[in-house]
């Protein structure tokens, strides 16, 4: 039986290119029914991404990332007035 190294992790997981490819994908417009959910989500990555480069674009740590951003966009919208 050969020994093998698998690693348990996603392997592009908080990399470059995926963030940058999660950035740009569905910006076609297509009008979904769910653009406001698509909006948000969109609003979350980007936010997720600021927050990944400012860290120093670290290795992993992308569901960090993820809710940190969404706690931040949460608090500019209850802060915000209406």
Known sequence: ?????????????????????ELERDQS??????QTIDDDEDRVRSR??????????????HERHWDQAKKELEDEGRNSPR
Request: proline residues 7%.
């Open 29 to 34: 417009g297509t009008g979904s029914p769910n």
């Open 48 to 61: 997720a991404y600021e927050i990944w480069e400012r860290e120093g674009r670290p290795e992993g740590g």
């Open 1 to 21: 039986m050969a020994n093998s190294k698998k690693r348990n992790e996603d392997p592009v997981e908080g990399s470059r290119e995926t963030i940058e490819r």
